[in-house]
């Protein structure tokens, strides 16, 4: 039995002091690890919206998405707003069609590189609601969820790309079932299209050429 160890909502201000006094280092490989669970490269914010995973299944997929607040508008506060269940449903006639709706997501990759993590790896997030993946529902159940700030529309910021990149090495060597990377869209056809046609897939198929990537993704912007 592990004694003194901190309650994961007692590790955020922690990392986020430590993220601090690296300052300018942030994107060196050194912060590219992870302590139980937590990014140290994210900014931490702690969300209420999550639960725990199954006990010994193991985390084996990364789901991307896209989210913006209003749509197509990027760089405010409300994507953070809504994952920590605070944001104002009256602010714009959209928001209003969130009220209520209790979601989250691992990390949250802003179109100028800044790194968000809302929930603990090791926990379970509320990100990609019914879907499947290989038979398998409940994808939250071993997933990991990256939202990229964009849309269908916007071409991803090559700061996300890069940003994107460092995620996904530290996750692998942090995680090491994890074999697959998909988008929401792949889970959740019937719903959902993000990340969308702007996502560039070969990228990933570059970058990690033994990783699990989709087929039949459009390359339109091959
Ligand atoms: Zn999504």
Redesign the pocket.
Known sequence: MRKNKPADHDLVPVLNAIVRSTGKRRRTANVWSFLEGRCLAARQVASPNYGMRPLEMPISLV?????SLPPGKFGGGEVEALFTNRLDYSAHPYFATLEGVRVSTHFFLRRDGELVQFVNVAHRAW???LSTWRGQNNCNDFSV?I?LEGDNNNPYTEAQYAVLQQLLAALFAAYPTLTEVV???HV?PER?T??GPCFEWARLRTQFPNLGLPEAVPEIME
């Open positions: 789901i991307l998405h896209a989210i990100h990609a609601g969820g939202e988008g929401h869209q959740a959902k993000d990340p």
